[in-house]
T-cell receptor, first 116, second 110 residues
Framework: AQSVTQLGSHVSVSEGALVLLRCNYS??????LFWYVQYPNQGLQLLLK??????LVKGINGFEAEFKKSETSFHLTKPSAHMSDAAEYFC??????????????FGKGTKLSVIP | DGGITQSPKYLFRKEGQNVTLSCEQN?????MYWYRQDPGQGLRLIYY???????QKGDIAEGYSVSREKKESFPLTVTSAQKNPTAFYLC?????????FGQGTRLTVV
């Protein structure tokens, strides 16, 4: 079984401040980890992903995340928030479940507000 | 361009009616998924399909039905048995573990 916990359903930051969105996961096998972003009334867009290799991954729009196996975490950061970053962010974990298929599990999401 | 197309973007349903949400992809992905999204509850899996002519129930399948007659298409029917269908519905497809999403359909019961 696998699960994803996002700490904080709503995070507010000032424009130009550091963005930190927290994600912890549980998985019985090495996971693949993802962050998605969703703007109002739209689908989810992939921000970044970790599968294997370098544990610090960079994504679009200046976001990055670090896979920390010992802490079972995959927190999302951005050094300086922009107004356009206001959206909802979802952390997700997946693992192979046999015959080339994958089981994908999402966190409940964190809504990011950016204060001018 | 490859992608996933959901239609319609907005849908209104009367009490007791069945409605079908369309999802088409041209990414050549084997796996397709339907999620329901309600405020504060994240994404909940309704049905998924790993291959044509086969699909499995997700966490909240009651009141929904699907078919997978073609690799490209995975329509979702919201039946009258679904007592609270007002929500945002997202379709996704996947080949190597991470999902590509459509733009969603917002269903409202009137």
């Amino acid at each position: 079984a696998q699960s994803v916990t996002q700490l904080g359903s709503h995070v507010s930051v000032s424009e130009g401040a550091l963005v930190l969105l927290r994600c912890n996961y549980s998985s019985s096998v090495p996971p693949y980890l993802f962050w998605y972003v969703q703007y109002p009334n739209q689908g989810l867009q992939l921000l970044l992903k970790y599968t294997t290799g370098a544990t610090l991954v960079k994504g679009i729009n200046g976001f990055e995340a670090e896979f920390k196996k010992s802490e079972t975490s995959f927190h999302l950061t951005k050094p300086s928030a922009h107004m356009s970053d206001a959206a909802e962010y979802f952390c997700a974990v997946t693992r192979p479940s046999g015959a080339g298929s994958y089981q994908l599990t999402f966190g409940k999401g964190t809504k990011l507000s950016v204060i001018p | 361009d490859g992608g996933i197309t959901q239609s319609p973007k907005y849908l209104f349903r009367k009490e007791g009616q069945n409605v079908t949400l369309s999802c088409e992809q041209n990414l050549n992905h084997d796996a397709m998924y339907w999620y329901r999204q309600d405020p504060g509850q994240g994404l909940r899996l309704i049905y998924y399909s790993q291959i044509v002519n086969d699909f499995q129930k997700g966490d909240i399948a009651e009141g929904y039905s699907v078919s997978r007659e073609k690799k490209e298409s995975f329509p979702l029917t919201v039946t009258s048995a679904q007592k609270n269908p007002t929500a945002f519905y997202l379709c996704a497809s996947s080949k190597t573990g991470y999902a590509f999403f459509g733009q969603g359909t917002r269903l409202t019961v009137v």
